[in-house]
C-alpha cells in the first residue's frame, strides 16, 4: 500500500462549513484510488485538515480529482467552499488542485491539477474527457440569450438567484447591498419625498434629500455648479471623460463664427482652431431619440454640441453650445455673453444629455454590457485549466448577477432608470443598438482612444494620464503571463479554444460587425495580449473611472439631471430662475435619482482592488511572482497619484489603483 496526504482548504468566507460527509477520488495515470471519505463530522469554514488516501499502488502522475458532498440520513443539506487540495504523492511530489467555488449538490465534481495547460497540452486521455465534460456542462450553464435588437447578448437566466452558485455574490456583499439600497429607501420615504411630484420651489431645498450623505466633492460641486470652469473639467475627469475630442474643423452642423465668442489676448476662434486649442463635445449619439414619458408628463431630451477652448492659463473653458443637431432660427447657439440664465439652462440641458450618454454608452454598454460577453464567453469557452481563463477569471467577479439585478431594478419595465431618466424605457434600446453600432475596438483601448480624439498634449486631463500609465502596467503583466504560455504565433493558432473564446465574443458581443474591429480570430501573440490587456482594463480601470464618481458629480441634481420636464429654449430671452425649477426633475424623480447614484457609488467591504488575489489560480512559482510584481507595480503609481493629487484642488482618485476594483461588481 501506499500514501497520499491530503490537504483540504476551506474557504474563510461565511457558510463555508459543511456537515454533510465529503468524498475525494484521485485519478492518475496509472489509476485511480477508492472514493474515500474524509473524516470528518464539520468541516469548518476557514479550515486546513489533512486527510490520507492510501491505494494499492502509486496513481502515477495524478491528473484529476473528484470531491462529492452527500447529504447523510437526517442532516440538511448544505453548501460548501472549498479553495483548493493539495496532495502530496508518495514519491513526494506536491499537487495543487484550485477549486475556489460553492458545492452545493450532491453530484460529482472534477478538478485538474493546478499546472495552466493548453488544449494541445494535453496528451492524457483523462484530462482530455474531463476538459471535454467541464466545457460541456459549462455550454449549458452559461447559455447565451438574445437582448434585444442591435444589443450585445446576455446570460440566459432566470433571475439573480438562478445563476450558478460559483457567480453569485457572496453573502457579505448580498447582505451590504440589500441594506444599503434600503436605508436610502426608507430615508427618502421618512422624509416624504418619494411620492412628492411637486416641482422644487428653491434649489438650496435638494439639500434636503440627502443632507448627510454629501462628499466633499459633491458638496463642493453644488457650490461651484454654475461656473463654467467646473462644466468643462467634467468632460476631462467627470464619470463621462470619453466623448471630448480636439476640434480643428468646425463641423457644418455647428456654425460658430469669430464674432460669435470671445478669445481672451486678442486671438480668434479661426486662430485657436489652427493652434489645436479647441474642443468639441458632439452628443450625435442622442439625436432624433423619442423622450421617454415621466409619471404622465413628457419629458425632453437634446443631442447638444459644445464647443470649449484651451486658455493660455491651460484651463479649458466652454465657448457655445448648440442644443439640437440642425442649425435652425429655432435652435440658437449659446453663449457665456447671454442672459445668466441662457447660459446656465444651456448648460443643463448639456448636463442631462451627458447623463444619458454616460449611463447609457459609457458605463452601461461600455463597461458592464461588455464585462458580461467577455464573462460568460471565457466560462463557456475555457475550461479552468486554460492559462486564459486563469488570467481573466478574477475579473469576472460578481458581474453576471450585477447585471441581471441592473436588468431587473434598473433599466427593466419597472426600474428606476425607465421611471425617471428622458432616456429609459424604449429610448434606452434604441440609444443602445445606436451606441453598440459605432463601437470600435481601438476605443476601448485607451492608448488608441486618446490618439483618435487627439487629446495627447491637453493639460490636466488625469483620466488619461492616470489611464494611461494603468494601461501599461496591465499590458506589461499580461505580455509576460501570455508569453510564459504562448512562445510562437504558430501556438495561438493551434489553440482552438482561445479560437471558439474569441469568435463567441465577436459573435454575441460586437454581433458579427466587422467595422467594430475586434478580433474574430488570434493569429499573433501580440494579438491575444492586446485583447486581453483591454478586456482587464475595461472590467476593472475603465469601470471605476466611469462608475465611481457617480454621486460626487451626480448627488447635486442639478449639475446631473436625469431627465428635463421643459423643452429646450428656441430662442434667447426667455429663460430666467423659475423656468430653470420649471424645468428640473420633480422632487420625488430627484430624490429616487440621487438615491440610485448614491448606490451605485457605495463600495462594498468585500471590494477586491486590482492586483489583489483571494484566489490563486496559477500555482507556478514564476507566474505567482509576476502577480506579485504587478501588484508592486501598482502601489508605486499608487503613491505617485496620492502624491500628485495633494497639490489638485479636486484630486482625481478614481484611477487610483487602490480604489480601483477588480470586476464590475457594482
Same mark, same amino acid.
Request: net charge negative; hydrophobic share 35%; aromatic share 10%.
Given at each position: 500500500?501506499?500514501?497520499?496526504?491530503?490537504?483540504?482548504?476551506?474557504?474563510?468566507?461565511?457558510?463555508?462549513?459543511?456537515?454533510?460527509?465529503?468524498?475525494?477520488?484521485?485519478?492518475?495515470?496509472?489509476?485511480?484510488?477508492?472514493?474515500?471519505?474524509?473524516?470528518?463530522?464539520?468541516?469548518?469554514?476557514?479550515?486546513?485538515?489533512?486527510?490520507?488516501?492510501?491505494?494499492?499502488?502509486?496513481?502515477?502522475?495524478?491528473?484529476?480529482?473528484?470531491?462529492?458532498?452527500?447529504?447523510?440520513?437526517?442532516?440538511?443539506?448544505?453548501?460548501?467552499?472549498?479553495?483548493?487540495?493539495?496532495?502530496?504523492?508518495?514519491?513526494?511530489?506536491?499537487?495543487?488542485?484550485?477549486?475556489?467555488?460553492?458545492?452545493?449538490?450532491?453530484?460529482?465534481?472534477?478538478?485538474?491539477?493546478?499546472?495552466?495547460?493548453?488544449?494541445?497540452?494535453?496528451?492524457?486521455?483523462?484530462?482530455?474527457?474531463?476538459?471535454?465534460?467541464?466545457?460541456?456542462?459549462?455550454?449549458?450553464?452559461?447559455?447565451?440569450?438574445?437582448?434585444?435588437?442591435?444589443?450585445?447578448?446576455?446570460?440566459?437566466?432566470?433571475?439573480?438567484?438562478?445563476?450558478?452558485?460559483?457567480?453569485?455574490?457572496?453573502?457579505?456583499?448580498?447582505?451590504?447591498?440589500?441594506?444599503?439600497?434600503?436605508?436610502?429607501?426608507?430615508?427618502?420615504?421618512?422624509?416624504?419625498?418619494?411620492?412628492?411630484?411637486?416641482?422644487?420651489?428653491?434649489?438650496?431645498?435638494?439639500?434636503?434629500?440627502?443632507?448627510?450623505?454629501?462628499?466633499?466633492?459633491?458638496?463642493?460641486?453644488?457650490?461651484?455648479?454654475?461656473?463654467?470652469?467646473?462644466?468643462?473639467?467634467?468632460?476631462?475627469?467627470?464619470?463621462?471623460?470619453?466623448?471630448?475630442?480636439?476640434?480643428?474643423?468646425?463641423?457644418?452642423?455647428?456654425?460658430?463664427?469669430?464674432?460669435?465668442?470671445?478669445?481672451?489676448?486678442?486671438?480668434?476662434?479661426?486662430?485657436?482652431?489652427?493652434?489645436?486649442?479647441?474642443?468639441?463635445?458632439?452628443?450625435?449619439?442622442?439625436?432624433?431619440?423619442?423622450?421617454?414619458?415621466?409619471?404622465?408628463?413628457?419629458?425632453?431630451?437634446?443631442?447638444?454640441?459644445?464647443?470649449?477652448?484651451?486658455?493660455?492659463?491651460?484651463?479649458?473653458?466652454?465657448?457655445?453650445?448648440?442644443?439640437?443637431?440642425?442649425?435652425?432660427?429655432?435652435?440658437?447657439?449659446?453663449?457665456?455673453?447671454?442672459?445668466?440664465?441662457?447660459?446656465?439652462?444651456?448648460?443643463?440641458?448639456?448636463?442631462?444629455?451627458?447623463?444619458?450618454?454616460?449611463?447609457?454608452?459609457?458605463?452601461?454598454?461600455?463597461?458592464?454590457?461588455?464585462?458580461?460577453?467577455?464573462?460568460?464567453?471565457?466560462?463557456?469557452?475555457?475550461?479552468?485549466?486554460?492559462?486564459?481563463?486563469?488570467?481573466?477569471?478574477?475579473?469576472?467577479?460578481?458581474?453576471?448577477?450585477?447585471?441581471?439585478?441592473?436588468?431587473?431594478?434598473?433599466?427593466?419595465?419597472?426600474?428606476?432608470?425607465?421611471?425617471?431618466?428622458?432616456?429609459?424605457?424604449?429610448?434606452?434600446?434604441?440609444?443602445?443598438?445606436?451606441?453598440?453600432?459605432?463601437?470600435?475596438?481601438?476605443?476601448?483601448?485607451?492608448?488608441?482612444?486618446?490618439?483618435?480624439?487627439?487629446?495627447?498634449?491637453?493639460?490636466?486631463?488625469?483620466?488619461?494620464?492616470?489611464?494611461?500609465?494603468?494601461?501599461?502596467?496591465?499590458?506589461?503583466?499580461?505580455?509576460?503571463?501570455?508569453?510564459?504560455?504562448?512562445?510562437?504565433?504558430?501556438?495561438?493558432?493551434?489553440?482552438?479554444?482561445?479560437?471558439?473564446?474569441?469568435?463567441?465574443?465577436?459573435?454575441?458581443? *460586437?454581433?458579427?460587425? &466587422? /467595422?467594430?474591429?475586434? +478580433?474574430?480570430?488570434?493569429? $499573433?501573440? @501580440?494579438?491575444?495580449?492586446?485583447?486581453? =490587456?483591454?478586456?482587464?482594463?475595461?472590467?476593472?480601470?475603465?469601470?471605476?473611472?466611469?462608475?465611481?464618481?457617480?454621486?460626487?458629480?451626480?448627488?447635486?441634481?442639478?449639475? *446631473?439631471?436625469?431627465? &428635463? /420636464?421643459?423643452?429646450? +429654449?428656441?430662442?434667447?430671452? $426667455?429663460? @430666467?430662475?423659475?423656468?430653470?425649477?420649471? =424645468?428640473?426633475?420633480?422632487?420625488?424623480?430627484?430624490?429616487?435619482?440621487?438615491?440610485?447614484?448614491?448606490?451605485?457609488?457605495?463600495?462594498?467591504?468585500?471590494?477586491?482592488?486590482?492586483?489583489?488575489? &483571494?484566489?490563486?489560480?496559477?500555482?507556478?512559482?514564476?507566474?505567482?511572482?509576476?502577480?506579485?510584481?504587478?501588484?508592486?507595480?501598482?502601489?508605486?503609481?499608487?503613491?505617485?497619484?496620492?502624491?500628485?493629487?495633494?497639490?489638485?484642488?479636486?484630486?482625481?482618485?478614481?484611477?487610483?489603483?487602490?480604489?480601483?476594483?477588480?470586476?464590475?461588481?457594482?
Amino acid at each position: 500500500m501506499v500514501d497520499y496526504e491530503v490537504t483540504v482548504y476551506t474557504g474563510d468566507r461565511v457558510h463555508a462549513t459543511t456537515i454533510n460527509p465529503v468524498h475525494i477520488k484521485l485519478v492518475g495515470t496509472e489509476g485511480e484510488s477508492a472514493r474515500t471519505w474524509l473524516r470528518s463530522l464539520v468541516i469548518f469554514r476557514g479550515a486546513v485538515a489533512t486527510y490520507t488516501v492510501s491505494c494499492p499502488k502509486s496513481l502515477g502522475q495524478l491528473v484529476l480529482i473528484e470531491l462529492d458532498k452527500r447529504q447523510f440520513f437526517i442532516l440538511p443539506g448544505d453548501a460548501w467552499f472549498p479553495d483548493k487540495v493539495e496532495i502530496i504523492s508518495p514519491e513526494k511530489t506536491i499537487y495543487t488542485f484550485p477549486i475556489h467555488c460553492w458545492i452545493c449538490d450532491s453530484e460529482t465534481h472534477r478538478y485538474r491539477e493546478g499546472k495552466a495547460l493548453r488544449i494541445f497540452d494535453e496528451s492524457n486521455s483523462l484530462g482530455q474527457y474531463a476538459r471535454q465534460q467541464e466545457l460541456s456542462q459549462r455550454s449549458v450553464d452559461y447559455a447565451w440569450e438574445f437582448y434585444g435588437p442591435g444589443m450585445p447578448d446576455t446570460i440566459k437566466a432566470d433571475g439573480a438567484m438562478t445563476l450558478p452558485d460559483e457567480v453569485q455574490f457572496s453573502f457579505t456583499k448580498t447582505t451590504e447591498f440589500a441594506f444599503t439600497a434600503a436605508t436610502g429607501l426608507v430615508e427618502l420615504q421618512l422624509k416624504g419625498l418619494v411620492d412628492n411630484q411637486e416641482n422644487w420651489k428653491d434649489l438650496d431645498d435638494i439639500n434636503d434629500v440627502f443632507r448627510n450623505k454629501g462628499t466633499p466633492l459633491s458638496d463642493y460641486v453644488q457650490e461651484h455648479w454654475t461656473e463654467d470652469w467646473l462644466f468643462a473639467y467634467q468632460f476631462l475627469n467627470g464619470v463621462n471623460p470619453t466623448l471630448i475630442q480636439r476640434c480643428k474643423t468646425l463641423p457644418g452642423k455647428f456654425p460658430v463664427t469669430d464674432d460669435m465668442v470671445f478669445i481672451p489676448d486678442g486671438s480668434n476662434l479661426s486662430n485657436e482652431l489652427k493652434k489645436g486649442n479647441i474642443y468639441l463635445c458632439d452628443y450625435k449619439n442622442l439625436d432624433g431619440i423619442p423622450a421617454n414619458t415621466v409619471q404622465e408628463k413628457q419629458q425632453y431630451l437634446t443631442a447638444p454640441l459644445v464647443l470649449l477652448h484651451k486658455r493660455p492659463d491651460d484651463k479649458l473653458m466652454p465657448i457655445a453650445i448648440q442644443l439640437k443637431q440642425t442649425p435652425s432660427k429655432d435652435n440658437p447657439i449659446f453663449l457665456p455673453t447671454d442672459s445668466e440664465y441662457d447660459w446656465l439652462t444651456a448648460k443643463i440641458f448639456v448636463r442631462s444629455a451627458d447623463f444619458s450618454e454616460h449611463q447609457l454608452n459609457a458605463h452601461l454598454l461600455r463597461t458592464h454590457l461588455l464585462a458580461e460577453v467577455f464573462a460568460v464567453s471565457l466560462l463557456r469557452n475555457l475550461p479552468m485549466v486554460h492559462p486564459i481563463y486563469k488570467l481573466l477569471i478574477p475579473h469576472t467577479r460578481y458581474t453576471l448577477q450585477i447585471n441581471e439585478l441592473a436588468r431587473v431594478r434598473l433599466i427593466g419595465p419597472a426600474g428606476v432608470f425607465t421611471l425617471i431618466a428622458a432616456s429609459g424605457g424604449e429610448s434606452l434600446s434604441k440609444i443602445l443598438a445606436r451606441s453598440l453600432s459605432s463601437i470600435t475596438y481601438r476605443s476601448l483601448c485607451i492608448p488608441d482612444n486618446i490618439d483618435d480624439r487627439d487629446l495627447q498634449d491637453l493639460p490636466n486631463f488625469y483620466y488619461r494620464d492616470d489611464g494611461l500609465q494603468l494601461w501599461n502596467i496591465i499590458f506589461e503583466y499580461v505580455q509576460r503571463v501570455i508569453k510564459y504560455y504562448y512562445k510562437s504565433n504558430d501556438e495561438v493558432q493551434r489553440d482552438s479554444e482561445l479560437q471558439t473564446w474569441i469568435g463567441d465574443i465577436f459573435k454575441h458581443g *460586437f454581433l458579427s460587425q &466587422l /467595422q467594430t474591429g475586434i +478580433p474574430q480570430n488570434f493569429t $499573433t501573440v @501580440s494579438e491575444l495580449i492586446k485583447f486581453a =490587456t483591454m478586456v482587464m482594463f475595461t472590467c476593472s480601470c475603465q469601470h471605476a473611472a466611469v462608475n465611481s464618481g457617480q454621486y460626487d458629480y451626480g448627488g447635486w441634481m442639478p449639475n *446631473f439631471p436625469t431627465t &428635463l /420636464q421643459r423643452a429646450p +429654449p428656441t430662442k434667447k430671452g $426667455t429663460t @430666467s430662475k423659475s423656468t430653470i425649477l420649471e =424645468t428640473l426633475p420633480p422632487i420625488n424623480v430627484t430624490a429616487q435619482g440621487m438615491a440610485t447614484v448614491w448606490l451605485l457609488s457605495r463600495q462594498s467591504s468585500d471590494f477586491v482592488p486590482l492586483g489583489h488575489y &483571494l484566489e490563486y489560480h496559477y500555482t507556478e512559482k514564476t507566474l505567482r511572482q509576476l502577480q506579485k510584481d504587478f501588484k508592486s507595480d501598482l502601489d508605486k503609481l499608487s503613491i505617485t497619484i496620492n502624491n500628485r493629487n495633494k497639490g489638485l484642488e479636486i484630486p482625481y482618485t478614481y484611477l487610483d489603483p487602490k480604489n480601483v476594483e477588480n470586476s464590475v461588481a457594482i
